[in-house]
C-alpha cells in the first residue's frame, strides 16, 4: 500500500525534530539501533525470504547467503566497531598549525533520504541504513514498487525492531517518489540506474543536498587471446547467470579477438546447462530485454528458452554484435550477453574508452605485462581511461 503523499512532508519533519532533539547521538543507542537491525533480519528471515520469492523468484538459500546473512554480519560488525569510528581526531599539521589544534569531531548529518533498487532489495536498503544509523541520522527508507512484497513487508517489521521516530519507511512509486524529492534533506542515498540518478541530481540540486550515486553501467569484459578460453567462459557466464544478470556489475558484453569467437561460443555452449535461469523482476524489464534481444543484428548462438507469462528467461549468448546494436544502446540487466569480436586488444580499449566509463571492468590474460603493466585505468578530467597495450 502506497504511503499516502500529504503525510511524507509530516513524515520528514518528524524525523528532523527527533534528530534535533539529540536522541541519536549517544553512541550506546546507535549501538542498540543495529543490534535490533541484526535481530530483524534473524528474526523475520523466513518472512523475507518468502517475500522475495513471491515477488522476484529468489530462491531461499540464495536470499539467505546475498542478503540476510550479509546485513547480520555488517551490522553487528559496525556496531563493535562504532566507538573507534566516532572518536574524536587530532589530524597532524605543520608546525606553524599545530597552536590552532585543530580538530575533528564526528557529527551527524542529520536526516536522510535512502532510495533502494528491486535487484538485492534487502542489502541495498539497510547497508545505507547501517551506516547512518552509525553515524547518528534519521533515515527514511523508500524501497523499489518492484518488489511490493517485500517493501510492504519492511514497513510493517521496521517499527518493531527501530525506533519508529527515527525510522520510518515511505511505499509508493512515481508521485511517492516525486514527493519526497520535493522536500530538502541532510543527505541522498540512491542505489539504481543513471536516467533515474539525473533526477534525483536534479532535484537534490535544487537544495544543495549532497548526495551518494550507486550506479551500474555496461561492464565490458576484455578477453587476451592467450588466455584460457574455457576458464574465460565459465566465469563469464558465472557472473551473467547470478541473479539473472540482474546485477550492477554483470558482466554487459563481451570483447575477444575475432579468431577467439567461434572458440569461446563453443566454451559458452559447454557450460551452460551449468546455470539455472531465474525470474526477471517485472513485465516491463521481460519486455524490455526481449525487445533488445528482437532488434539485435547480430547471431543468436545460445537461444535462451522465453516464458513471458512467468517472466523467465534464460541465458541467450548473441555472436558477431557490432557497434550501433541494440545490445549495445543500454545496461542489459539481464541473462542476454553479445560478443563483439575485434582485431586486437587495442581495439577493444578503444571500443571500451569511447562510451561512458562502466562500474567494473574484467580483463582475462595470464601475461603479467598486460595485467600489471598496460591494461590500467588512467585518470582523465572526470573519466577512466585504458591504456594501449604494447
Not at 559496525?78 to 573507534?84: C, G, H, V
Not at 589530524?91 to 535487484?119: C, E, F, M
Not at 543536498?209 to 557466464?237: F, M, N, Q
Not at 539455472?276 to 545460445?302: A, N
Request: proline share 7%; glycine share 4%.
Amino acid at each position: 500500500m502506497a504511503t499516502p503523499v500529504n503525510i511524507i512532508p509530516k513524515i520528514r519533519d518528524a524525523l528532523r525534530t527527533t534528530f534535533r532533539s539529540g536522541v541519536t547521538r549517544p553512541i550506546a543507542w546507535r549501538q542498540h539501533q543495529l543490534y535490533q537491525l541484526a535481530r530483524m533480519a534473524q528474526n523475520e528471515r523466513e518472512l523475507i525470504c518468502d517475500a522475495l520469492k513471491k515477488d522476484f523468484g529468489k530462491p531461499k538459500t540464495e536470499v539467505l547467503m546475498t542478503e540476510i546473512g550479509c546485513i547480520i554480519e555488517r551490522t553487528v560488525k559496525s556496531a563493535e566497531q562504532l566507538p573507534e569510528w566516532a572518536k574524536t581526531e587530532y589530524p597532524d599539521v605543520a608546525d606553524w598549525q599545530k597552536p590552532w589544534k585543530p580538530t575533528v569531531y564526528k557529527a551527524p548529518r542529520g536526516t536522510v533520504l535512502i532510495i533502494s533498487p528491486w535487484n538485492y532489495p534487502m542489502i541495498l536498503t539497510f547497508q545505507p541504513l547501517i551506516g547512518a544509523i552509525a553515524a547518528g541520522c534519521t533515515a527514511v527508507l523508500k524501497p523499489s514498487e518492484l518488489v511490493p512484497t517485500f517493501s510492504q513487508l519492511l514497513e510493517e517489521i521496521v517499527p518493531k525492531y527501530l525506533d519508529p521516530n527515527v525510522c520510518r519507511v515511505v511505499n509508493g512509486a512515481v508521485p511517492e517518489t516525486s514527493k519526497l524529492l520535493e522536500l530538502q534533506w541532510d543527505h541522498i542515498f540512491y542505489t539504481g540506474n543513471g536516467r533515474v540518478a539525473r533526477i534525483i541530481a536534479s532535484a537534490a540540486a535544487k537544495h544543495l543536498t549532497p548526495l551518494t550515486l550507486e550506479l551500474g553501467g555496461k561492464s565490458p569484459v576484455i578477453i587476451d587471446s592467450a588466455y584460457d578460453i574455457d576458464l574465460a567462459a565459465k566465469r563469464i557466464l558465472w557472473g551473467k547467470c547470478n541473479n539473472a544478470g540482474q546485477i550492477c556489475v554483470a558482466p554487459d558484453y563481451v570483447l575477444v579477438q575475432r579468431d577467439k569467437q567461434d572458440e569461446l561460443v563453443e566454451a559458452f555452449r559447454k557450460h551452460y546447462n551449468a546455470f539455472f535461469p531465474q525470474g526477471i523482476i517485472s513485465d516491463l524489464h521481460h519486455k524490455r530485454i526481449t525487445s533488445l534481444l528482437s532488434r539485435t543484428k547480430g547471431e543468436v548462438v545460445l537461444q535462451g528458452r522465453v516464458d513471458a507469462a512467468r517472466r523467465r528467461l534464460e541465458p541467450t549468448i548473441v555472436k558477431d554484435v557490432a557497434d550501433g546494436d541494440s545490445l549495445l544502446e543500454e545496461e542489459i540487466f539481464g541473462p542476454v550477453l553479445p560478443i563483439v569480436p575485434v582485431d586486437s586488444l587495442n581495439q577493444a580499449v578503444d571500443f571500451v574508452n569511447a562510451r561512458p566509463h562502466p562500474l567494473v571492468l574484467y580483463g582475462f590474460s595470464d601475461k603479467e605485462s598486460v595485467k600489471q603493466k598496460r591494461m590500467f585505468y588512467l585518470a582523465n578530467d572526470d573519466r577512466f581511461m585504458l591504456k594501449h597495450i604494447k
